[in-house]
Each structure stands twice: as structure tokens, then as C-alpha cells.
């Protein structure tokens, strides 16, 4: 089996602590401490990401976007993720494991519905 050439992120590791089994936070980018995150990466969660104000770049699954105000993005597990820059960026960001999605829930399938 070949070895993933991206290191796999929890959401413990945005939060600076990388052993923390957290399974949903809410950050916004103004409180943030900078992650110590490689710049190309997966994550092993969801992220809803939306700004208010500011421009950025990011690349999802070799996709570059520009992250511009009032837009929202949607990360799935898996997916090669860069954030070019937040913090010049109003918003923020919520972090949630499939576990914590289907907490009361037994179907993933509509998280994939949404319009998003």
C-alpha cells in the first residue's frame, strides 16, 4: 500500500492541540491561533468555512478558489486542502466529525444533499 504523501489532520490540530479528540469546534479567524498545519493536507472531518469580509485563496482537490466575502465553502474528509491565508479574513470556521454528525442521526447521506 502506498503511503498518503498528506499528512491527516484532526481537528485537534487546528486548535493547537493535537491530541484533543474534539469532535466539533467553532473558531473564528480573528481568535484563532495561526494552526500548525503543513500547508497541503486533509482533514480527517468536515469544515464549513464562510467569510464576512476580506480576500483569500485556497485550493481544495486541486481546485483554487478565491475565497471571497459572504462566500462558504464545505470540506469533506479526504479532500487535499490549503488555505492560502485567513488572517486578513472576517468568519471563521466549524469543525465536526462524521461521529458527531450522526450523533442522533443514522444516515450520513443528506450532509451530501445540502445545496452546498
Request: hydrophobic share 35%; aromatic share 18%; charged share 25%.
Amino acid at each position: 500500500m502506498m503511503k498518503d504523501i498528506f499528512q491527516m489532520y484532526n481537528i485537534g490540530h487546528f486548535i493547537n492541540q493535537p491530541r484533543n479528540p474534539t469532535e466539533f469546534e467553532i473558531l473564528r479567524f480573528d481568535e484563532m491561533a495561526e494552526p500548525n498545519v503543513d500547508d497541503f493536507h486533509k482533514h480527517s472531518f468536515y469544515e464549513i468555512l464562510w467569510t464576512e469580509k476580506g480576500k483569500s485563496r485556497q485550493i481544495i482537490d486541486y481546485n483554487e478558489y478565491e475565497v471571497q466575502p459572504n462566500s462558504l465553502f464545505f470540506i469533506s474528509p479526504n479532500q487535499v486542502h490549503h488555505f492560502e491565508e485567513w488572517k486578513p479574513l472576517s468568519g471563521g470556521t466549524i469543525l465536526f466529525t462524521e461521529d458527531f454528525y450522526l450523533l442522533n442521526r443514522t444516515n450520513k447521506d443528506p450532509l451530501f444533499e445540502l445545496s452546498f
